[in-house]
């Protein structure tokens, strides 16, 4: 199976910017969709196609992907925005979505 | 707005059934070139996804669970079901109903998510 590979946690402080990375063999090759959980909710995608935003997402979360590494940048970071970020592909090769372990992002 | 509701047994004893089923409001379940999907987390883990299902009845399994899901769609009702089989405690999980784009496949509507724990 393919896996995506994120730091568990990832500490920012208010305003400054956040980039939570989701590593992958050739993931720059596969479209990489975001997602955003707090605790005791579901997941809300934030990111989807590498670098598109659903309606109703901000427009400081944005994306990146190229080479064995893509990127969620989230700037001007709001307490708000503390919460589990999990990344999440398509394998081909097994036919089946993949997650990121998932990484819980801290606004100091 | 598209909303998704997820019912049934919140316990379920070791080696049964788990029978979940996803309530969709908000537009026909058959609009749109659509899945729909079932993905589970255990407490303090990540997601994994389960299987889905498109509204011809055509399904797609996790291969680590194939050998005991089933998904079913009722087009009629507006629902797509869930049924995992000889369960054990691993099986313990918030389980998810979600709406499935595709291709590229990506979740856009979420379910609440229902917890199902395992236990004698």
């Known amino acids: 199976s393919y896996v995506l590979t994120q730091p568990p946690s990832v500490s920012v402080a208010p305003g400054q910017t956040a980039r939570i990375t989701c590593g992958g063999n050739n993931i720059g090759s596969k479209s990489v969709h975001w997602y955003q959980q707090k605790p005791g909710q579901a997941p809300v995608l934030v990111v989807y196609d590498d670098s598109d935003r659903p309606s109703g997402i901000p427009e400081r979360f944005s994306g990146s992907n190229s080479g064995n590494t893509a990127t969620l940048t989230i700037s001007r970071v709001e307490a708000g925005d503390e919460a589990d970020y999990y990344c999440?592909?398509?394998?081909?090769?097994?036919?089946?979505?993949?997650f990121g372990g998932g990484t819980k992002l801290t606004v100091l | 707005q598209v909303q998704l509701q997820e019912s049934g047994p919140g316990l379920v004893k070791p080696s049964q059934t788990l029978s979940l089923t996803c309530t969709v409001s908000g537009g026909s379940i058959s609009s749109g070139s659509y899945y729909w999907s079932w993905i589970r987390q255990p407490a303090g883990k990540g997601l994994e996804w389960i299987g889905r299902?498109?509204?011809?009845?055509?399904?797609n399994y996790n291969p680590s669970l194939k050998s005991r899901v089933t998904i079913s769609v009722d087009t009629s009702k507006n629902q797509f079901s869930l049924k995992l089989s000889s369960v054990t405690a691993a099986d313990t999980a918030v389980y998810y109903c979600?709406?499935?784009?595709?291709?590229?496949?990506?979740?856009?509507?979420w379910g609440q998510g229902t917890l199902v724990t395992v236990s004698s």
């Open positions: 999440q592909v398509w394998d081909s090769s097994s036919d089946h979505p993949e």
């Open positions: 979600a709406r499935t784009v595709a291709p590229p496949v990506y979740f856009d509507y």
């Open positions: 299902i498109y509204t011809s009845g055509s399904t």
